[in-house]
């Protein structure tokens, strides 16, 4: 199965390396397709006839990420990563996944925070949108969350090593 992936920047603060991102979602959705990950194997059953997939990743800046955040969720904030789930397909056999929107400069000052490095809270931001995407849910309950979060730490372990 291959994914498509678009990335776009559309904010100025911080510089990011469009194709690392690309790269590093591509390896995010290897990880999961070989380890047969439930979610993002019943997306792939449920659409028989999916060729390919796609998906976006667009960095925005802290006003616009307050304006979507209040907009799709209710919260007068920033935040670091929003997910918009589409599964829409085109005619040539390509489903399109959604959107995760990234904010570089609430991500770098997590990273400050956490005492990490900048890339490495983008890889987990990466990885939270796309688990988001494939139907994982943290805010369901303490299960869900619990999940997610398992599956967050394989990931970035694997990608680690």
Sequence with gaps: MKLYIEVINRQRKIKISLKRVSVT????FNFLYNLQDKNLIKILNKKK???SLSISVIFIG????????CK?????ATTDVLSFVYFENDFSG??????????PERVNYQAKQYNISFWHEITRVLIHGFLHIIG???ERNRYQTKKMQDVEEKILNYLQS
């Design 94 to 103: 390509n489903l399109f996944l959604g959107e995760i929107f990234i904010n």
């Design 25 to 28: 979602v591509n390896k995010i």
């Design 49 to 51: 006839y999916c060729l």
């Design 62 to 69: 802290n006003k616009k990420m307050k304006e979507l955040n």
């Design 72 to 76: 799709y969720r209710g919260k007068n």
């Design 136 to 138: 994982y849910d943290h």
